[in-house]
Every structure is written in structure tokens, then in C-alpha cells.
T-cell receptor, first 112, second 112 residues
Framework: DVKVTQSSRYLVKRTGEKVFLECVQD?????MFWYRQDPGLGLRLIYF???????EKGDIPEGYSVSREKKERFSLILESASTNQTSMYLC???????????FGSGTQLSVL | DAKTTQPPSMDCAEGRAANLPCNHS???????VYWYRQIHSQGPQYIIH???NNETNEMASLIITEDRKSSTLILPHATLRDTAVYYC?????????????FGGGTRLMVKP
């Protein structure tokens, strides 16, 4: 069965901390995505990557960066966490040519 | 991408068919209709997609009107586990861009 694994289900961090969210997929997908989901706002795309070392900004990239050193791993980095980054973070992947996204279970991040 | 309109919520009795409508009156000829669902506290899950013809898989059926301005997702025998938010998304398929935009969706409540 296909799998997208996010490293943590729940995470609590302090304001100003550097935060790493890790995502690994086992399907050899070229494309990987980071979304955040907030009540009333739906899913919003932060960053995506269509190949190793390639990245593109989504709708809300401010305050975030990403890293894709290996095809199977896509990391989201909060350089200096702020309270308005408290959210559910969802990683997804897909192969090129079909818009069928596979999502991880999500990381609920709380920044205090 | 074409905008979609879905009712915010629907109820369905367990064992009965759930019919979830979606309007996409500005859909273009090369845009596909995708359906995803999100069960509480999980990442979204792909259900089905189609272009013109009706489609069926092990999860659901997708009926697209002849003018393609609306579609209906059918869960033939809804169970309590089908309680979720269902998202209808219209998007150009293939390699044209990398982003699926999730709107508000329909919250389906399956009741015993």
C-alpha cells in the first residue's frame, strides 16, 4: 500500500524556535507538497517540489522554507516559529501526469 | 481553474446512497473533476476523477452531466465510516501545473 509518512503527529514548540517537519514517501513520486489547514480556510499550499533540489512557492510561503535533498523526503522548515503558524500541516505526493495526491496523516503544530 | 460550488453539509442514513452534488459551470474542455474526502483528523484521501464519461471504482461513482457544468459523487451504500468532508475540485490534468486547490467542501454526516 502507498504511504506518505509524517514524522510527528503532534508537536509543541516555543515562539522563535526553528522547527523541522519531515515527510517521507515510498512511491518514488516526483512531486511533493506541503499544505497547512486551518478552520474556515481549507487547505492552503505552502511549497511544492517537482524534483530533487527543486522547489516552488505556493500560496503562502512567507515564514517557511523547504528542503528536498532526496527524492523520497521533503522537509518543511519554520525558521523562527510564531504563534500564527499554529496549524495542521499536511504533506502530499503524486506522480507526474496524474493529479492523484496521496496525503500523510498530518502534524498538528502548536506554537506557544 | 474553474470554481466549484458545493452544499456545506448533508445528512445520509446508513445503508442508503449518498449523492453529493457539485456545480462547476465555468469548467473548460480540458479540465477534470476530482473528488477527495477528509475524515476527521486525517489527511485528504483521493476518491475518483473524470473528464466527460461517468466513472466507477471500488469507492464511489462519479456522474458528470452532458454539458459538464455539474457532477454528482455517489456512495452507493453509505456507512458511518463515510462521515467526512468531501471536496470537489476542477483542474487541468497532467503536467499543467502542480497545485490542487481545496475549497470548503461538503460535510457529510452518515447517521445510524
Amino acid at each position: 500500500d502507498v504511504k506518505v509518512t509524517q514524522s510527528s503527529r503532534y508537536l509543541v514548540k516555543r515562539t522563535g524556535e526553528k522547527v523541522f517537519l519531515e515527510c517521507v514517501q515510498d512511491m518514488d513520486h516526483e512531486n511533493m507538497f506541503w499544505y497547512r489547514q486551518d478552520p474556515g480556510l481549507g487547505l492552503r499550499l505552502i511549497y511544492f517540489s517537482y524534483d530533487v533540489k527543486m522547489k516552488e512557492k505556493g500560496d503562502i510561503p512567507e515564514g517557511y522554507s523547504v528542503s528536498r535533498e532526496k527524492k523520497e523526503r521533503f522537509s518543511l522548515i519554520l525558521e523562527s516559529a510564531s504563534t500564527n503558524q499554529t496549524s495542521m500541516y499536511l504533506c502530499a505526493s503524486r506522480t507526474t501526469g496524474v493529479e492523484k495526491l496521496f496525503f500523510g496523516s498530518g502534524t498538528q503544530l502548536s506554537v506557544l | 481553474d474553474a470554481k466549484t460550488t458545493q452544499p456545506p453539509s448533508m445528512d445520509c442514513a446508513e445503508g442508503r446512497a449518498a449523492n453529493l452534488p457539485c456545480n462547476h459551470s465555468t469548467i473548460s474542455g480540458n479540465e477534470y473533476v476530482y473528488w477527495y474526502r477528509q475524515i476527521h483528523s486525517q489527511g485528504p484521501q483521493y476518491i475518483i476523477h473524470g473528464l466527460k464519461n461517468n466513472e466507477t471504482n471500488e469507492m464511489a461513482s462519479l456522474i458528470i452531466t452532458e454539458d459538464r457544468k455539474s457532477s454528482t459523487l455517489i456512495l452507493p451504500h453509505a456507512t458511518l465510516r463515510d462521515t467526512a468532508v468531501y471536496y470537489c475540485i476542477v483542474r487541468v490534468g497532467g503536467n499543467a501545473g502542480n497545485m490542487l486547490t481545496f475549497g470548503g467542501g461538503t460535510r457529510l454526516m452518515v447517521k445510524p
